[in-house]
């Protein structure tokens, strides 16, 4: 039978709506006794059919699916061409049905709240899981309250009202907005599907089942990511654990997760040998979706790095800025700034020799560029004006 787990200190909990240990406060993991293999991307087409061994909960309801996962695995010709690298791709999820990889686990989530007998599902967010709890709420008719860090783009908040949902505002950053939802949640009977959620880890594993399977579980040596709360690569690396475990792939990917150095608290605390991250004073990067000061799944990624299991570095706005503009140059493919770091760290390692010509790599691209345009003003692009004759 499934189980919670904490990621900290081990101690059991029921699958119930605790979403951290009361003990050490660190996230809860769910947990099986034993596992069955998904089907295969080939096999079954709606996300939440094809998963559902790999689920913990049963009676799931597959019509609340709005078309999630199975995003396509693209080589990146022109990224191998520069690097050196002999194979890479680019895991695309900015095809999901709201534009980011926050789908996959959304749809588990909410999924999750019917369960437990939710009517009322909430979340904290920068914007692409703000846009995304609005949406599976809408489908499967909960009410839904998404907040926002006061700061974020005027731009960023019709695509999320358009749901229907109490959009609010709130007072902070997106690391303080997230503990005080926790403890609002209990008050207002409002299941937070946010960041590090163990049942949208769940969903949020199933993109390494993806990969691996998109590449017939040959052996990968490097999972590059982008890196906020750490829930998405925490759920990435389990999902390479689980592969390991099911007997599909011989040895996990080494999972590097990539932050932008104006906000870089776990790579900071790795890069100096520490248990525990700290708040990072004063933010400031173009990669808004992942300038998090105060990662709620932080130490929990630093004991994957002490493990040997992962690493996390920063790279900078302007090799962010380039990685976008190859992207879209190169690749033909528009990605929000958040989306490029890993691309800037391929580039940057590539350059090091750290990541060599007998390396397979897969990247994952995030979310779409149309969810921040806002960034476009950095490439300083100009049209042509035709000449009339």
Same mark, same amino acid.
């Given at each position: ?12 909990? !029921? ?6 240990? @009361? ?32 689920? $913990?909960? $049963?009676?799931?309801? !597959? %019509? ?7 995003? !396509? ?11 050196g690298i002999g194979e890479i791709y680019l ?20 999924? @999750? ?33 998404? =907040? *926002? ?12 009202? &358009? ?14 907005? =997230? ?13 937070? &599907? ?7 880890i769940e969903g949020q594993k199933t993109l390494? /089942? ?6 017939? /579980? ?37 999972? &590097? ?7 870089? $608290? #776990? ?9 525990? &991250? %700290?708040?990072?004073?004063? !933010?400031?990067?173009? +990669? ?26 920063? *790279?900078?706005?302007?090799? #962010? ?13 528009? *990605? ?14 590539? +350059? +090091? ?37």
């Amino acid at each position: 039978m499934p189980y919670l787990a904490c990621t900290g200190c081990g101690k059991k909990h !029921p699958l119930a709506t605790d979403l951290r240990c @009361a003990d050490c406060g660190e996230p809860l993991e769910v947990r099986y006794e034993t596992l069955t293999p998904p089907a295969r991307l080939t096999e079954e087409p709606c996300f939440i059919a094809r998963n559902v061994n790999i689920f $913990p909960f $049963p009676n799931l309801r !597959p %019509e609340l699916s709005l078309g999630e996962g199975g995003t !396509p695995l693209v080589e990146a010709v022109h990224l191998q061409r520069e690097t050196g690298i002999g194979e890479i791709y680019l895991k695309n999820e900015t095809v999901n049905p709201t534009w980011s990889f926050k789908d996959r686990g959304t749809s588990l989530g909410v999924q @999750a709240a019917l369960q437990l007998g939710f009517e009322r599902v909430g979340t904290v967010s920068s914007g692409n899981m703000a846009a995304s709890v609005a949406a599976f709420a809408a489908r499967a008719g909960l009410e839904a309250f998404v =907040y *926002v860090a006061a700061d974020i783009p005027e731009s960023k908040l019709g695509p999320i009202a &358009i749901y229907g949902c109490h959009l609010t505002r709130g007072t902070g950053d997106y690391g303080s907005l =997230y503990y005080h939802a926790l403890a609002f949640g209990k008050e207002r009977g409002i299941y937070f &599907i946010s960041s590090d959620n163990p049942f949208r880890i769940e969903g949020q594993k199933t993109l390494a /089942y993806e990969i691996l399977d998109q590449l017939d /579980y040959e052996p990968l040596d490097f999972i590059v990511l982008p890196v906020s709360s750490g829930g998405n690569m925490a759920a990435v690396i389990k999902g390479c654990e689980e592969l390991v475990a099911l007997g599909l792939i011989q040895k996990a990917p080494f999972v &590097i997760g990539v932050q932008a150095a104006g906000c870089s $608290p #776990i790579a900071r605390a790795a890069a100096e040998g520490k248990e525990k &991250i %700290e708040p990072f004073p004063n !933010p400031d990067t173009i +990669a808004h979706a992942i300038a998090n000061p105060f990662p709620p799944s932080g130490n929990r990624i630093l004991r994957k790095v002490r493990e040997g299991r992962a690493t996390v570095m920063a *790279v900078s706005d302007e090799e #962010i800025i380039a990685a976008q503009a190859f992207l879209a140059q190169k690749e033909g493919l528009f *990605v929000q700034p958040a989306s490029a770091a890993p691309v800037a760290a391929v580039r940057r390692l590539a +350059a +090091a020799g750290t990541l060599r010509p007998e390396h397979r790599v897969a990247v994952i691209v995030t979310g779409s560029g149309l969810k921040d345009t806002g960034a476009l003003a950095h490439h300083h692009l100009e049209g042509e004006t035709a000449e009339r004759r």
